[in-house]
């Protein structure tokens, strides 16, 4: 049994957590390798709706649901989203979070906050949980790790050191009250006792259950290019949600990876700032809005809507290896009589059909639309291929030949069982 990573294509939200879904009950471990309680998996399940935002979907599989090194950890949120699940009588008991992983103190949480005031109008957008400061701590080699919680004294030392720094910079620059290093160490450590039992080697029982001929599946968050190296820098998020993340973020070598399966949806979101070329600011986006339901699972915020952009997908397609894409939300295309898909830009008056490397380049390119026709029927109990109507196949057929990937699965509702699969992803 393979190793299997699930990444987004576009700017996130793609609705990884149905492919992941289409995989089911045949998946031994679960892996969320990168990023933290930014992200959002809403899952359907037996019509009963979950929002996930730090958990691994695989958390309402038989499997066992593992928190990557990669990850960086809310305890507050961790231990809610768990309560939350056990209150719905969901056995989180199998959940293993990497010794290695690191923590979202309450002070990153500030400072994410605070930057983004202090840089008005170049502001990320960020979604104000920490993330982007937590990752800056690793990197600055002042982060705190899960391991430090099983150890008062280190876990004391290193918070008051992490904040000499960081109060000069909140009483001084940004005109806050100093947070005081015991407080927050006695916030830390009162989840110590439940984390204790869940830390783990990751990197060594991945491997092994991979050896084992065990099913892994690598559940990214966000999307490539929202990937603090390949995407649209700095509009981004602070980690590595590539397929290669997968490997930092959890410790098994890329040779381990045997399907990298890419989720598109059938048109564009974004949520914060940052170029979205194929973005509609008119009714029609509104509409894709209202029909898909484009509102964030974290913040809530109205999601940035515009058509599908081949070149966007093809460019992740690419750089990530992607062998198979999963498209989601096809069903909320019906009843447009044409539908524009972008098969170039037009940059300085120049044709590009390639995703452009320079910055400046994505915010100038105007898209150039081929209209495709669209279909009326309701595709949402379709489950072969054969069942969709003749344009929306040919809508699929289209977006395979710009992408340059097969496309193995459709998403045609929200329910777990509303997919069409052209190809196993096992
Ligand atoms: P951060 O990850 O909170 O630092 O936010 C950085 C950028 O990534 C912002 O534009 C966010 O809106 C975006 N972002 C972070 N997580 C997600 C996600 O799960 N879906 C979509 N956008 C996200």
Not at 188 to 212: K, T
């Amino acid at each position: 049994m393979p190793g299997i990573v699930v990444i987004g294509t576009q700017w996130g939200d793609e609705g990884k957590g149905k492919a992941t879904d289409q995989l089911g009950d045949s998946v031994d471990y679960t892996v969320r390798y990168s990023g933290g309680n930014n992200a959002g998996h809403t899952l359907v399940v037996n019509g009963e709706k979950y929002a996930l935002h730090l958990l691994p979907s695989g958390i309402l599989n038989p499997g066992i649901p593992v928190i990557g090194n990669g990850v960086v950890v809310d305890l507050e949120v961790l231990f809610s989203e768990i309560d939350a699940l056990n209150a719905r009588g969901i056995d989180t008991s199998r959940l293993i979070l990497s010794a290695n992983a690191h923590i979202i103190a309450p002070y990153h949480k500030t400072l994410d906050k605070v930057t983004e005031r202090f840089l008005g109008k170049r502001k990320i957008g960020t979604t104000g949980r920490g993330v982007g400061p937590a990752y800056a701590d690793k990197i600055n080699r002042v982060g705190l790790r899960i391991q430090d919680l099983l150890d008062e004294q280190l876990l004391r030392d290193k918070v008051a050191a992490s904040l000499i720094q960081k109060n000069q910079l909140l009483v001084k620059v940004y005109n806050q009250m100093a947070v005081d290093a015991d407080e927050v160490a006695d916030h830390l450590l009162s989840f110590a006792d439940r984390v204790r039992p869940m830390v783990r080697d990751v990197a060594r029982e991945l491997n092994d259950a991979l050896e084992a001929g065990k099913l892994v599946v690598f559940e990214g968050a966000q999307a490539h290019h929202l990937d603090v190296d390949h995407g649209t820098y700095p509009y981004v998020t602070s980690s590595n949600p590539i397929a290669a993340g997968a490997c930092t973020g959890s410790g098994v070598g890329p040779n381990r990876l045997d399907r990298i399966v890419g989720i598109a949806k059938a048109y564009t979101t974004r949520v914060g700032e940052g170029p979205f070329p194929t973005e509609l600011l008119d009714a029609d986006g509104d509409r894709l809005r209202h029909d898909g339901g484009e509102f964030g699972t974290t913040t809530g915020r109205p999601r940035r809507c515009g058509w599908f952009d081949p070149l966007v997908v093809e460019a992740a397609c690419t750089y990530n290896g992607v062998t198979d894409v999963f498209l989601t939300k096809l069903d909320i295309l019906t009843g447009w009589e044409k539908i524009p898909v972008c098969v170039a830009y037009e940059v300085d008056g120049e044709r590009v059909e390639h995703y452009p490397v320079m910055m400046d380049d994505i915010v100038k390119a105007k898209p150039v639309y081929e209209y495709l026709d669209g279909w009326s029927e309701d595709i949402s109990g379709c489950r072969t291929f054969d069942e969709l109507p003749a344009t929306c196949q040919a809508y699929v057929k289209r977006l395979e030949e710009l992408i340059r990937c097969r496309i193995s699965g459709i998403g045609v509702g929200p329910g777990r069982e509303q997919a069409v699969m052209i190809h196993d992803l096992i």
